[in-house]
């Protein structure tokens, strides 16, 4: 299918203007080639989010204006799909900035071939937060590591755990081995934005690490950071890796890439 130029715009609630506070509760989006206007609207009956950030007063103004805000746009997509190249923008006077309960976002552009799928995922980013359900980076690691210790029969060695006493100082870990000898495998990105995030994302673990040696619960060579470093092109993010890196492995911490598999293995066993 042809992907045409779209725009949309995230329709808001905001009860009180003074403090200029909303919630995201629905999308609304206009395909120019086509003249055709799609939109999803949270469900009134699906208060429960809004009322708790604002006030439980607020169910009942919520409701009906979900109702009303729907009926409109409802007409609105009906008499556009009628009359096919009219000249008014019945997009643009839709969302054009008002002083009311129903505000909508400033417009935005993207490219499309099928309008309806595009609005359900638009809604499902902007009003569900579908983003917070995707797995972190470090989640997607974790699971390359855990398939990676299945290949080699290993993975039933593994579980996670904590490591340390809970009235002392205590450390969650995706992979202990506690049988026989302590070991333990932590993936570790470093595919941060800025220097400062990266260098705090190492010394965060480091100073755990550090904690627990202090109280005798682990010594540092029975630990491995398995790591994903900044792609070689960002010389300002390589160097603070760089000196991250150094400084873990001084303590005695094994630093292993997550693509060095033999090391990984060879540490694990």
């Known amino acids: 299918m042809k992907k045409q130029v779209c725009k949309y715009s995230i329709i808001r609630f905001q009860p009180y203007a003074e403090t200029e506070e909303f919630a995201n509760i629905g999308i609304v989006l206009y395909a120019t080639a086509s003249n055709r206007l799609e939109f999803r609207l949270l469900d009134s009956k699906q208060h429960a989010r809004i009322t708790h950030f604002f006030d439980p007063m607020c169910r009942d103004i919520f409701v009906q204006t979900n109702k009303v805000i729907r009926r409109e746009i409802e007409r609105i997509k009906k008499f556009m799909d ?3 190249g009219a000249e008014i923008d019945l997009y643009a006077e839709l969302i054009r ?3 009311d309960i129903i505000r909508f976002s ?4 993207l490219f499309c071939s099928d309008p309806v799928k595009t609005v359900d995922e638009l809604f499902e980013h902007y009003v569900h937060r579908s ?3 995707e797995p972190s980076y470090e989640e997607k690691m974790k699971k390359q590591m855990r398939d990676l210790l299945d ?3 290993l993975g039933a060695k593994y579980k996670e755990g ?3 006493e809970r009235d002392k100082y205590e450390v969650r870990f995706p992979f202990v081995r506690q049988n026989n000898k302590l070991k333990i495998i932590k993936p570790l990105h470093f595919k941060h934005d800025k220097p400062s995030q990266l260098i705090d994302h190492g010394l965060t673990w480091l100073a755990k690490i550090q904690q627990l040696e202090k109280l005798r619960f682990i010594r540092p060579d029975e630990i491995l950071f398995a790591y994903d470093a900044p792609d070689k092109s960002q010389s300002n993010l390589t160097e603070a890796f760089s000196e991250i890196k150094e400084q873990i492995e001084r303590e005695g911490i094994v630093m292993a890439d997550m693509g060095n598999q033999n090391k990984i293995i060879s540490f694990a066993r």
């Not at 400033?106 to 552009?109: C, E, I, K, Q, T």
């Open 82 to 84: 009628k009359t096919k």
């Open 151 to 153: 290949r080699y029969d």
């Open 131 to 133: 983003f917070l359900h």
């Open 106 to 109: 400033d417009n935005r552009v």
């Open 97 to 99: 900035c008002r002083e």
């Open 162 to 164: 904590a490591v340390g």
